[in-house]
């Protein structure tokens, strides 16, 4: 599964479906509300997994619809280059779509040899009409998964331990020693400071259950 995950879906990727993943546990465990003699683990862990489940889901479905748009502008921007009138107004076009902080790094000799060799391939390759693809489903499915994944041990402690105010601030902990590790996989990553990285992202988990908590969680 690991691999599947890995294979479908960049670093950048599975970093934010974890955040987000983790943050809407995070705000679904916070926002539980303990002051009903009805309220059981069971139906936390059902009520709470089932948003979370929910969530991927969607998440997963938005994935596919992302990648199916971002096929269709980039179609869109090809057929815009190729009718343009002239060879200077096509550089244009391409040089606003490619346009960031690579070509920027660029002297402006060097940023045209870039245009017109994008143009040339352009000119070579006729613009597909966009469609869903296999691997933005297998896409889609990773990212549910890797949501459900992540968010799973913060619902076990409904499972294992039998007062639901204990469970669901254990639950909580878990969320937050979550964040804090992905946090210091995301300074690895970026080249940051792991542990000011993971700090900051376990105080925004903080915030959040605290502001659940005095909202009535």
């Excluded at 465990?29 to 009805?38: D, H, I, N």
């Excluded at 199916?68 to 921007?77: D, M, N, P, W, Y």
């Excluded at 402690?157 to 992905?182: D, G």
Aim: include cysteine.
């Amino acid at each position: 599964m690991r691999a599947f995950i890995h294979r479908h879906l960049d670093p950048a990727d599975r970093l934010g479906e974890v955040l987000f993943g983790l943050i809407m546990a995070l705000g679904f465990t916070g926002a539980v509300r303990l002051g009903r003699e009805e309220a059981d683990n069971m139906a936390l862990f059902i009520g709470i997994f089932g948003c979370n489940l929910a969530w991927a889901i969607v998440d997963g479905v938005m994935f596919v619809l992302t990648e199916l748009f971002e096929r269709g502008r980039q179609a869109r921007a090809t057929r815009d280059v190729l009718a343009a009138p002239n060879e200077e107004v096509a550089l244009k076009r391409i040089d606003e779509e490619l346009g960031g902080p690579l070509l920027a790094l660029t002297s402006p000799q060097e940023r045209q040899q870039v245009l017109r060799r994008v143009l040339e391939l352009l000119r070579g390759n006729k613009p597909e009409q966009p469609s869903v693809r296999g691997k933005d489903l297998m896409g889609g499915v990773a990212v549910a998964l890797i949501i459900i994944l992540a968010t799973l041990p913060v619902v076990i402690p409904f499972l294992i331990l039998r007062n639901p105010y204990v469970a669901v601030r254990v639950s909580n902990l878990v969320a937050l020693t979550q964040l804090f590790l992905l946090g210091a996989w995301w300074g690895r990553m970026v080249g940051g400071s792991p542990l000011r990285i993971a700090g900051g992202l376990t105080l925004v988990g903080v915030v959040l259950v605290l502001i659940t908590i005095v909202l009535g969680g």
